[in-house]
C-alpha cells in the first residue's frame, strides 16, 4: 500500500492478497522487540504468585511467542494506520487483531501449561487495548513503523514522551468532546441548567 489514505476495505483485501507480504516481509521487528518485552513481563508478574519457575516458564513462553507473532500484528496494525475513517481501522485493529492474537496466545499458554493463565490474557489483553490505540495513533505519526518513512528505534524512543502527551490530549479531547455532544443532546436549548 501507498503512503497516501486507502479505505479499511482495501487494506483488508491487500492483506487478504498478499499475507506473505504484510506479515513476513514487511514483519515489524519494533513492535515484536516492544510487545515481546512487555509481555514477558506482564506473564512474569502474573505467574509469580504459583512460583519462581512458573513465573519464569510463562515469560519465556511468551517471550518466544510475541517475539514472532508481534511483528506480524504489528505490520496489519501499521497497515491500518493509513487507513480511512480512522474510526473504522482502530475498531479493526482493536477487535479483530487482538482476538485473533490472545486466541493464540491462550492456546500456546495452555499447551506450555501456564500455571495462571486467566490472569494472565486477561492483563495482556488490557494492555493490547492500550497499545494498540497509541501505536495507531504513533504510527500515524510515522513512529514505530518499518519500511518507507521509518526512523530508527533510538530516534522513535525520543519521540515517545511527546507523543505520549499527544496521545493523552487526543483523549482528553475526544471525552470533552463526546460529553459535550452528549450534554447539547439532553438539552437542545442553551436555557438548560
Not at 49 to 76: K, N, Y
Not at 93 to 100: C, K
Amino acid at each position: 500500500m501507498s503512503a497516501a489514505r486507502v479505505t479499511v476495505w482495501q487494506v483488508l483485501a491487500g492483506i487478504l492478497r498478499h499475507p506473505v507480504r504484510h506479515m513476513v516481509t514487511q514483519w515489524n521487528w519494533k513492535s515484536a522487540v516492544v510487545s515481546a518485552a512487555a509481555r514477558a513481563l506482564i506473564f512474569l508478574v502474573a505467574n509469580l504468585p504459583a512460583g519462581v519457575d512458573a513465573g519464569l516458564r510463562a515469560m519465556l513462553t511468551e517471550l518466544m511467542f510475541r517475539g514472532i507473532v508481534s511483528g506480524a500484528l504489528g505490520s496489519l496494525t501499521q497497515a491500518f494506520s493509513r487507513a480511512s475513517p480512522p474510526r473504522d481501522a482502530a475498531l479493526v485493529a482493536l477487535i479483530v487483531l487482538p482476538a485473533i492474537a490472545h486466541t493464540a496466545e491462550f492456546f500456546v499458554h495452555r499447551q506450555a501449561g501456564t500455571a495462571r493463565l486467566g490472569p494472565s490474557v486477561i492483563a495482556s489483553i488490557g494492555f493490547s487495548v492500550v497499545t494498540t490505540t497509541f501505536n495507531l495513533f504513533a504510527m500515524r505519526r510515522g513512529a514505530l513503523i518499518v519500511g518507507p518513512g521509518k526512523q530508527s528505534l533510538a530516534s522513535d524512543l525520543r519521540r515517545m514522551p511527546a507523543l505520549m502527551l499527544g496521545f493523552a490530549a487526543s483523549i482528553a479531547r475526544a471525552l470533552t468532546s463526546r460529553r459535550r455532544r452528549s450534554r447539547d443532546q439532553s438539552c437542545p436549548t442553551r436555557h438548560c441548567i
